[in-house]
T-cell receptor
Framework: DAKTTQPPSMDCAEGRAANLPCNHS???????VYWYRQIHSQGPQYIIH???NNETNEMASLIITEDRKSSTLILPHATLRDTAVYYC????????????FGQGTTLQVKP | GAGVSQSPSNKVTEKGKDVELRCDPI?????LYWYRQRLGQGLEFLIY????????KSGLPSDRFSAERTGESVSTLTIQRTQQEDSAVYLC??????????????FGEGSRLTVL
């Protein structure tokens, strides 16, 4: 599975949009981009995933560049409860399904 | 239950003792995963089950670690002769069978192991 690169930390003001970038320049055509987050002392939580089209759900939006070498997770109106470590992961569909977690981005939402 | 359940939530043991950690996946989820997370670190993959078989054990750190799954349901992770470096949160996750794009993993809250 392709490697991802994320900034180690980011801050965001409460109520503003949080834009979390991820580079995956070696991504293959059959690899999906997944985002999970881990709030302190809890298990990771699925947020969203996509292949090449932009995706939106009740939690977030995922914007994938046309060349698929990078993506951005957008939390439209960040709240204090969104403070967490956010993991960007690429994974091949039809494989074992295991996720390989990197170090992620620690997002601190500030009042 | 509605989610992945793990027990115990906390376990303190003495160096050299054996421990068993249990995971009850979401009903109907054929895939089950164990991860380890040391303090301040990311998640390390340990083992993957599809049904009762473990086709990927590549993350088990030593032969002191073993896991089994029965009835395509509950799984037990066993650590023999525990060492202080085994101290970590052990996380279990389950999902529907991989093979399509949308198989998200659902994680439990973890079992925190402290080896004195």
């Amino acid at each position: 599975d392709a490697k991802t690169t994320q900034p180690p930390s980011m801050d965001c003001a409460e109520g503003r949009a949080a834009n979390l970038p991820c580079n995956h320049s070696t991504i293959s055509g059959n690899e999906y981009v997944y985002w999970y987050r881990q709030i302190h002392s809890q298990g990771p939580q699925y947020i969203i995933h996509g292949l090449k089209n932009n995706e939106t759900n009740e939690m977030a939006s995922l914007i994938i560049t046309e060349d698929r070498k990078s993506s951005t997770l957008i939390l439209p109106h960040a709240t204090l409860r969104d403070t967490a470590v956010y993991y960007c992961i690429v994974r091949v569909a039809g494989n074992t399904g295991k996720l390989i977690f990197g170090q992620g981005t620690t997002l601190q939402v500030k009042p | 239950g509605a989610g992945v359940s793990q027990s115990p939530s906390n376990k303190v043991t003495e160096k050299g003792k054996d421990v068993e950690l249990r995971c009850d996946p979401i009903s109907g989820h054929t895939a089950l995963y164990w991860y380890r997370q040391r303090l301040g670190q990311g998640l390390e993959f340990l083992i993957y089950f599809q049904g009762n078989s473990a086709p990927d054990k590549s993350g088990l750190p030593s032969d002191r670690f073993s896991a089994e799954r029965t009835g395509e349901s509950v799984s037990t992770l066993t650590i023999q002769r525990t060492q202080q470096e085994d101290s970590a949160v052990y996380l279990c996750a389950s999902s529907l069978s991989p093979g399509t794009s949308g198989r998200e993993l659902f994680f439990g809250e973890g079992s925190r192991l402290t080896v004195l």
